[in-house]
C-alpha cells in the first residue's frame, strides 16, 4: 500500500481487458478505458496482435473506494463483462458515457479495494 499525504487509502492498480473474439464481434481499431480514476481523460488499450486481445494496466487508482468507468470501443460506450457491478451515471460527463440497459442509462463499477 501507497500513502498519500499521509492519509491510509493507498493506490490500486487493475488491468483492463477487452476481448472480441470472444464476443464475435469484428476487430476494432481504437480501445480506450475512461473513469473517475482517468478524470474521464481516455487511456488505450494495447492490441494483442497474436490472440487480437486488448489490455491496459491502470497503476494509481485510488484506494478503497468506488469509481465509475467505461470501455470505448471505437470511440462508443460498450459493456464490460468484467466490471463490479453498475451505477446510474452522475453529471453530465458520467451520462456522455453511459449505456443504455432496461433500468436506464448506466456506468460501470470498479471497486478499487487495497489491503
Known amino acids: 500500500m501507497v500513502k498519500r499525504n499521509g492519509d491510509r487509502k493507498g493506490t490500486y492498480s487493475?488491468?483492463?481487458r477487452y476481448n472480441?473474439?470472444?464476443?464475435?464481434?469484428?476487430q476494432p481499431t481504437q480501445v480506450?478505458?475512461?473513469g473517475s480514476f482517468t478524470n474521464?481523460?481516455?487511456?488505450?488499450?494495447?492490441?494483442?496482435?497474436?490472440?487480437?486481445?486488448?489490455?491496459?494496466?491502470?497503476?494509481?487508482?485510488?484506494?478503497?473506494?468506488t469509481h465509475h468507468y467505461m470501455l470505448l470501443v471505437d470511440g462508443k460506450p460498450h459493456v464490460d463483462?468484467?466490471?463490479?457491478?453498475?451505477?446510474a451515471p452522475h453529471g453530465e460527463i458520467?451520462?456522455?458515457?453511459?449505456?443504455?440497459?432496461?433500468?436506464?442509462?448506466?456506468?460501470f463499477l470498479?471497486?478499487?479495494q487495497t489491503k
Not at 463483462?81 to 451505477?87: E, L, N, P, S
Open 20 to 26: 472480441p473474439v470472444a464476443s464475435h464481434e469484428k
Open 81 to 87: 463483462k468484467m466490471c463490479d457491478g453498475y451505477v
Open 40 to 65: 474521464w481523460q481516455p487511456i488505450p488499450l494495447v492490441r494483442n496482435p497474436q490472440d487480437r486481445t486488448w489490455q491496459v494496466s491502470v497503476d494509481s487508482i485510488e484506494g478503497n473506494k
Open 94 to 107: 458520467e451520462s456522455r458515457y453511459a449505456i443504455t440497459t432496461a433500468r436506464g442509462p448506466r456506468l
Open 14 to 16: 487493475k488491468v483492463f
Open 110 to 112: 470498479l471497486f478499487a
Open 32 to 34: 480506450e478505458v475512461v
